[in-house]
């Protein structure tokens, strides 16, 4: 039984069809094609598929789509200014080589802006925990602190 | 030559992040082709059953279902083949049973391929899988591979033993009586834990027939695409090379995981025809931890001889490998070639003897991971160099370098010779690195809190860029270890560079660009690299070993050279000199001594528009390819320190410092060379603490299937780390002087860390994973 849901989705109202069972990350992918939203698990580990529901991180496997009626959803696509300019966060990843295969890295920045924006400038302990629930493969973290904490820097400059 | 000029030594700041960045990245599982049809596999509940019955006709006629495959479908085609023949110690080939792309009569791990559904939907060809009725015959499994040859179960009827071959390296008995001589022989009996890659990209494929071109595209998320068609053609599926294209997109890591060929992908590709449809499968992650190839998996008793001066006189290794069960593409050659070889480490032992038994079990198959041997072989060498300084007690630095290799070339005991290396820079550096003299204050300062604080080294050596291919050949491979690269000039002086060697994380997109930004005298943005794709690529062998820039950028080097020596002969013609007089230099061709010249652009656009050209001497165009074979391996080296503090009475082992100094001999991007060493080292620490593939010893489960099972290294898990590229001994047979920087943190790290923690116990050893737990144990058992 389809149903149809209205919400907005980096900044544009969109109004989809979608079956009470479909996850979240699944109509983002499938539905509105927006790819850069990753699956990486099937048990809500790994953090891939990290979006902003109205402003805050969410793994949006752990989501109906349904749920996101009426809300603002936030994808990495919506992150970067129109003229392509990269959000800050984005911008420190490239800078500290925070990513290799790029596969965990949506939802690890997603992650990080929203430690940043809900609790401000951490050290590096406070952002190792943070982040414990995105698994990257590839960096071992090392960069990814140091993106988060330049990125936290350049966020509150 | 300089190596260290222009790009090649910055860290220039990689040119694919801005796609991964916004999610524009273009990933396996983001394809989706008009027609699009959902692949779901049906796997099998049991380790080891024979199948008596399959009645798929209420799946086949469930909603959506385009089609539904079995076993039968297959019996005309070939296995997946194993890409290296090892023969045993008696002449024996090894055992080489068929690896069906879908079970066939029997299922013999958890999570072989039973049928292969094709729906509208995913959620339709699951739901229709269901509906599919199994009848099981199950026999006893065979789960550990030291008991294997005594159960009475066969995995495969061609192997009653279970035994897959018994190889041998060295000599047996030179080392048997030079260990008669030593003053002292420590031993150790170990596990080498099971690991499972979990590259973040679960796999994936996505396969389309073209009835009309009578072709196929296959996109696949796989780090050797030319050797993924190569096989499934012309050994499985019987399909024409030059009818099938095979795509690897952007490829969400790999570590060894997405070299093979695979059942899934050849399944879909073979009923892309059949059911004349795009297919897509797309791993859950539950099924990549059934049914990636796992890593590692060797039980080992190692035992080192040292005269009276602590100098290595013999080193007897006896190792049994669990390789699951079928034999994936290299498994064969992991436990023999790639680890065996490397047990001289970076010391003159002046004998050395390793036997090899690998069996066959009930678990999924077992292939190179991440090191590929490496580790197991490095694991070996290092925990039983650590304990015999501390039985002896010698100073663990100073009991290594009274056994170094100082002199090169050198050949080891064990079939290989480094070119190069300078292992006490390494190791003097790494000790600056980790304040080793501050240890003992630190020490007293954990002391003081109850805590035990403990060092540990590991002074790894690793052998990259397998080769030459006729010496590979002789030894089994089954497969040519060159790389092609091909560099075509466009008329505007642009450069489009294709590469056989693939990307998944590595950066070759900006690394490759460096060298050729150097080389030829152009910007960075006058030069794209191209990957992953049969249909642009003329061939490769992809990205394992560490090898992308020893061997495929060096095939681009001499491509490049070829660019520049046509170009010196147009640029003669032009300028009106002999070819033998013109250099090249800052992107123009100039007459020697003078100042005439002509730039790169010029002399490409000469090419494409030859008005005024040599046409006796030249064809027209610019556009050259190289294939490169390597007259040897490449040897990076280097010293790890790990230091860890642990809380006896909870058995947590923290970190507090892991240093790295590795000698990758030329560095072309310093930035990227330590995010692969950083990545190496959370890999291999995670082997030391956390990670472990674990099967019931009695049904054969899988009890680590997921990630609340499986303890992959999170943020919190590892500290930052102190890692040093030292100035280095560059390779001497390749022009770059490079050596490979991928695997080294993996291979180097472990046994540092076990190192460290049977040093702050004052134990002998201490099993792999070191979970709290199993330290809290060794605390108990050492009375503390």
């Known amino acids: 039984m389809g149903m149809q849901i209205t919400l907005t989705v980096n900044g544009t109202s969109v109004t989809r069809e979608t079956e009470p069972n479909q996850l979240l990350v699944h109509f983002i992918r499938d539905t509105l094609r927006l790819t850069g939203t990753h699956v990486g698990c099937d048990t809500t580990q790994c953090g891939a598929c990290t979006v902003h529901v109205d402003g805050k991180a969410v793994k949006s496997c752990g989501l109906l789509a349904a749920q996101a009626q009426g809300r603002s959803v936030t994808t990495i696509e919506g992150l970067a200014a129109a003229d392509g300019t990269l959000h800050p966060m984005q911008a420190a990843f490239r800078s500290c080589h925070g990513l290799q295969c790029g596969f965990c890295t949506p939802g690890m920045v997603m992650s990080a802006i929203d430690l940043v924006q809900q609790h401000g400038c951490h050290n590096e302990t406070q952002v190792r925990e943070a982040l414990e629930g995105n698994i990257c493969r590839c960096t071992g973290y090392h960069n990814i602190v140091k993106a988060v904490q330049q990125g936290a820097a350049a966020m509150q400059a | ?784």
Not at chain 2, 193 to 207: T, V
Not at chain 2, 489 to 503: A, I, R
């Open chain 2, 1 to 784: 030559m300089n190596a260290r000029q222009g790009f090649i030594g910055q860290s220039v700041e990689r040119r694919e992040d801005a796609r991964f960045l916004t999610g524009k990245g273009q990933y396996t599982d983001d394809i989706s082709l008009p027609g699009q049809t959902h692949a779901y596999f049906l796997r099998s509940p049991y380790a080891h059953a024979r199948i008596k019955s399959i009645d798929v006709s209420a799946a086949a006629k469930a909603p959506g279902v385009v089609g539904v495959l079995t076993g039968d479908h297959f019996k005309a085609v070939g296995g997946l083949p194993c890409g290296w023949l090892i023969n045993s110690l008696d002449g024996q080939p090894m055992k080489e049973p068929k690896h069906p792309v879908l079970a066939d009569g029997k299922v013999r791990y958890v999570g072989d391929r039973v049928a292969l559904v094709v729906a509208e939907t995913l959620e339709q060809a699951e739901a229709a899988a269901l509906l599919i009725t199994v009848d099981y015959d199950e026999l006893t499994p065979v789960v550990d591979a030291l008991t294997a040859p005594q159960i009475a179960s066969s995995v495969h009827d061609e192997a009653a033993d279970n035994r897959v071959y018994q190889w041998g390296i060295g000599d047996k008995d030179g080392t048997a009586a030079a260990m008669a001589t030593a003053a002292h022989v420590t031993t150790l009996t170990y596990r080498n834990n099971r690991l499972i890659p979990n590259a973040m990209e679960p796999r994936c494929a996505n396969a389309q027939y073209d009835v009309n071109a009578d072709n196929y595209t296959l996109y696949v998320s796989n780090q050797n695409p030319h050797v993924e068609r190569l096989l499934m053609c012309a050994f499985v599926l019987g399909i024409p090379e030059h009818k099938m294209r095979v795509v690897a997109p952007d490829v969400g890591g790999g570590f060894g995981s997405k070299i093979f060929l695979y059942g899934e992908e050849t399944a879909i590709v073979f009923a892309s025809k059949l059911l004349r449809r795009p297919i897509k499968w797309t791993s859950s992650r539950s099924e990549a931890f059934l049914s990636d190839a796992h890593g590692r998996d060797h039980a080992t008793t190692v035992s080192l001889g040292l005269d009276k001066d602590g100098k290595f006189v013999a080193l007897q290794v006896h190792t049994t490998a669990n390789l699951g069960a079928y034999l994936s593409t290299f498994a064969t050659s992991v436990p023999t070639i790639l680890y065996a070889t490397l047990l001289a480490g970076q010391y003159a032992t002046p004998k050395i003897w390793c036997a090899v038994d690998a069996m066959f079990t009930n678990t999924a198959p077992v292939d190179a991971y991440r090191g590929a041997g490496r580790p197991e072989a490095t694991y070996a060498v290092e925990r039983i160099v650590e304990t015999a300084a501390r039985e002896l007690g010698i100073d663990p630095a100073d009991l290594r370098r009274r056994n170094f290799i100082t002199s090169f070339p050198y050949a080891t005991p064990v079939g290989l010779t480094y070119d190069t290396g300078d292992y006490e820079a390494t190791m003097a550096r790494a000790i600056e690195l980790a304040d080793v003299a501050g240890f003992a204050a630190r020490q007293a300062e954990s002391e003081a809190k109850g805590l035990k604080r403990g060092l540990g080294y590991s002074a790894y050596i690793e052998a990259c860029g397998i080769a030459p291919s006729s010496v590979a050949g002789a030894l089994g491979a089954r497969a040519g270890l060159f790389e092609a690269g091909e560099v075509r000039v466009h008329p505007t002086g642009k450069v489009t560079v294709f590469t056989g060697s693939h990307s998944h994380g590595q950066g070759h997109e900006t690394t490759f660009a460096q060298v050729v930004a150097d080389k030829l005298g152009i910007p960075l943005d006058d030069i794209v690299i191209e990957h992953g794709d049969t249909g642009k690529v003329l061939f490769g062998m992809g990205t394992y070993g560490s090898r992308s820039l020893a061997v495929g950028g060096t095939a681009i080097v001499k491509a490049v050279d070829k660019i520049i020596a046509k170009g010196k002969k147009i640029a003669a013609h032009l300028l009106e000199a002999a070819d033998t007089d013109i250099v090249y230099e800052g992107g123009e061709f100039k007459v020697a001594g003078t100042d005439k010249k002509v730039p790169f652009a010029a002399v490409s656009l000469t090419a494409y528009v030859p008005h005024n050209f040599p046409h006796d001497k030249l064809e027209p165009g610019l556009n050259e390819n190289a294939f490169y074979d390597p007259s040897n391996f490449t040897y990076p080296a280097g010293t790890y320190i790990c230091e860890v503090e642990i809380d006896p009475a909870t058995g947590h082992v923290r970190i507090d410092r892991m240093t790295a100094c590795d000698d990758f001999g030329n560095v072309i991007n310093p930035m990227i060379v330590e995010g692969q060493v950083h990545g190496g080292l959370a890999q291999g620490i995670g082997q030391a603490l956390l990670e472990h593939g674990v099967y019931d010893s009695v049904t054969g489960q899988l009890l680590t299937g997921s990630y609340m099972d499986y303890a992959m290294p999170r943020a919190d898990d590892l500290p930052s780390f102190n890692v040093e590229t030292a100035k280095g001994t560059p390779c001497t047979h390749n022009p770059l002087g490079v050596k490979g920087c991928g695997e080294a943190g993996a291979i180097g790290s472990p046994p540092a860390v076990i190192n460290a923690i049977c040093h702050a116990l004052g134990v002998k050893d201490v099993p792999m994973p070191a979970t709290p737990y199993t330290v809290w144990k060794a605390v108990q058992a050492a009375g503390h």
